[in-house]
């Protein structure tokens, strides 16, 4: 079976989240037999890991690839893992650290909130953050070996041109409506009341552990970390880098049995008592105030910022694409200028349809193309009020494709080409420095173009 080696990869990249999402479910059922079914040197994969991997496709709507596929994603997975090994390739911390925070907020988002979630897999946000970190190091470290594989792949424009002159006419792809939208955010800030008031509660309930009062009680009693509040603010060992750093910095400050002063944290305010240390680990419960942003958020100063900068881009005094970089509080698109990219395609165009966010769609439904909206109401992705000002810098007709206007589309595909072809490349040398070694029962996939059950 010959299997293109790109799409497995995409296909691995696609779902390894959603195998993260699944494991976590499987966690609380119970222990279920499980068996190796393939080896790539000191990496094993569980006849559980492709049961989750094919299963979480219905889970997320979509249909699934042969486990011959799947297996084969796996194998790939774990080839590059161990040549990334034997060749030093390594991710920091740091970089790890973003994507699971950007991962995290995505869960919470789709669970409705942070309380959900919790309550869903009774385990704390960082206790959940604990057991996908693993999978998240594991998937950049992958996708920097294939960067390193295909990253000097270049193609010229005349690449392109006969890439497109070689599709029939009649067989081009009929392209929707597209738009191109910047947005400035610019994010609410907890008010000094708000915060006063949860640093005094949290200060109360130390006094009241101080005095004698079981600290356990107390943490299940009012912590809103709903998933630890249930263990009495029992976070289970973590190791160091696995918490956010004031939380981690404030916890290796204590002797075993002392509290904390009140740490304040992007998830709220802490009151921190330290168990036990274990090498590099640390177990530690907390007490968790959060900030309520509905009710204890201003505004004001974002709308103050907002109208300036929309005052000075109306003028042509700034650029918006500055204004973006140096003013937004969304980083991720103040980099590209305040252009929000598509998911999918990480191209700066939006399909005018029912798959755009409707809060945009409506949006931009009563603007017109130039224009820059007045500061409007924004909830980012891990639910804080915000404020931004939109951009609608322009809009495609539908059309068919061509060269002009779905140049940056068109050339996508074709760099996607060249790197399978380095990507092909790479894996048939890389074959002969690993072991790889695949169950028998699993003879008929040829996974790799090896015969299953013999080594490599």
């Known amino acids: 079976m010959k299997i293109n080696k790109l799409i497995v990869l995409q296909l691995f990249a696609i779902c390894t989240f959603c195998f993260s999402l699944t494991s976590f479910g499987q966690g609380q059922s119970g222990v279920m037999l499980d068996k190796i079914i393939a080896r790539v040197d000191n990496h094993y994969i569980l006849s559980s890991e492709l049961d989750e991997m094919y299963n979480s496709y219905a889970a997320n709507g979509q249909k699934a690839p042969e486990k011959c596929q799947i297996l084969e994603s796996l194998i790939i997975n774990k080839m590059l893992l161990a040549k990334a090994e034997i060749d030093s390739v390594t991710v920091e911390d740091k970089e790890v650290d973003n994507e699971l925070d950007g991962k995290m907020s995505y869960m919470i988002q789709r669970f409705g909130s942070e309380k959900n979630l919790v309550e869903a897999y009774g385990k704390s946000v960082d206790n959940l953050k604990t057991e996908l970190r693993t999978q998240v190091k594991e998937q950049k470290i992958v996708e920097k070996m294939q960067r390193t594989i295909s990253g000097n792949v270049k193609i010229t424009p005349s690449d392109v041109r006969k890439f497109f ?70 976070l289970g060992f973590a190791k160091r880098g696995a918490m ?59 709308v103050r910022v907002l109208d300036s900068l929309r005052v000075l881009i109306k003028s042509d005094t700034l650029k918006f694409a500055k204004a973006a970089l ?88 074709v760099l996607s080409n060249k790197r399978n072809h380095a990507l092909e490349d790479w894996f048939k040398k890389a074959q002969g420095d690993v072991f790889i070694s695949v169950e028998p029962e699993y003879k008929n996939c040829k996974i790799l173009g090896l015969a299953s059950g013999n080594d490599s």
């Not at 005094?200 to 912590?223: C, H, P």
């Not at 802490?270 to 530690?284: D, F, P, Q, W």
């Not at 509080?329 to 103040?334: G, V, W």
């Open 165 to 234: 002159n070689a599709i029939p006419k009649d067989s081009l792809p009929y392209i929707p409506s597209e738009v191109e939208i910047g947005h400035i955010v610019r994010l609410g800030t907890v008010t000094r009341e708000q915060k006063d008031k949860l640093r005094n509660q949290l200060q109360e309930l130390k006094e009241r552990a101080e005095k004698g009062e079981d600290f356990a009680m107390l943490a299940t009693i009012y912590s809103e970390d709903v998933g630890s509040a249930k263990n009495g603010g029992d």
């Open 244 to 302: 956010v750093p004031e939380f981690e910095g404030a916890a290796l400050g204590l002797k075993p049995g002392e509290m904390s002063s009140i740490i304040e944290s992007q998830f709220g305010f802490h009151l921190i008592k330290l168990i036990e240390t274990r090498g590099a680990e640390y177990h530690a419960r907390h007490i968790l105030l959060r900030p309520d942003y509905n009710k204890g958020t201003d505004v004001a100063s974002a």
């Open 326 to 413: 140096d003013n937004s509080e969304d980083k991720e698109t103040a980099e590209t200028g305040g252009i929000i990219q598509d998911r999918n395609t990480g191209l700066g165009r939006l399909t005018l349809d029912a798959s755009m966010d409707p809060a945009l769609y409506f949006a931009i439904d009563t603007m017109k193309v130039g224009d820059l909206s007045v500061p409007v109401s924004y909830r980012t992705e891990d639910g804080r009020s915000a404020m931004r000002i939109l951009w609608y810098k322009s809009k495609s007709e539908p059309h068919t494709a061509n060269l002009r206007d779905d140049y940056e589309k068109i050339s996508q595909i």
